[in-house]
């Protein structure tokens, strides 16, 4: 399996509730926090994570690390339904350690970006989204270069892996009001991947 694979409807809406009602006791045992960048600037988009390691940012830099940097403590387990799904689009053998989750409220984005801080490119990411759709913006391995965009919808999973692991992409908006799944709006993001060394 090589490239951007996108799954549409890929979890159906049962599936998808169950999910967000996953998340709702991640939430309570890994509160949301917003992460700053090494500059200084916070993100628009909260974060928190499940797995035995998270991604976090802070004046230090970026990183994986296995405690919440708010709590101090570990994080809480990825739900199975996930690690499932994993196994059947990623990788059979080996697990994933990290589940990051991005809240997207009003006005939220993620600027264009490589995802560089795993030890293993070699294993590929696996992403499902929640709740409103977002504009997804995906390019080369190169900075400047061409780019296309893609609608992510509620249910949707996609899978980068090979050649396309490094390339540049990020959110450029959320259609509010696309979708009534969470309450209170927005967008959730789960990123599944093996991120610590073997
Ligand atoms: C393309 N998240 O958490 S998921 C991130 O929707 C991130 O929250 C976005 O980028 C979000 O790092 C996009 C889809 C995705 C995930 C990983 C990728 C696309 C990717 C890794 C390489 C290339
Ligand atoms: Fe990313």
Not at 76 to 105: R, T
Not at 159 to 188: C, K, M, P, T, Y
């Amino acid at each position: 399996m090589n490239g951007f694979q996108l799954l549409p409807g890929r979890l159906d809406s049962e599936a998808q509730n169950d999910l967000v009602a996953e998340l709702d006791k991640i939430f309570m045992a890994a509160p949301l926090f917003t992460p700053i960048t090494p500059g200084g600037q916070p993100f628009s988009v909260r974060m928190t994570n499940c797995g035995s390691l998270g991604w976090v940012s802070d004046r230090a830099g970026y990183r994986y690390q296995a405690h919440h940097p708010v709590t101090g403590k570990t994080w809480p387990p990825i739900p199975s339904a996930l690690l499932d799904l994993w196994a059947e689009h990623v990788d059979a053998q080996v697990p994933p350690d990290a589940c990051l989750i991005n809240l997207y409220g009003q006005g939220a984005r993620m600027g264009l970006h490589q995802d560089r801080d795993e030890a293993d490119f070699g294993f590929g990411v696996l992403s499902v989204s929640l709740g409103d759709t977002a504009v997804f913006r995906i390019g080369g391995t190169v900075r400047g270069g061409k780019t296309r965009s893609v609608r992510l919808s509620s249910g949707d999973v996609c899978i980068l892996a090979g050649e396309d692991r490094l390339a540049f992409h990020g959110i450029d908006r959320v259609i509010s009001g696309s979708s009534q799944l969470i309450s209170g709006g927005g967008r959730i993001n789960l990123t599944l991947r093996k991120a610590g060394p073997p």
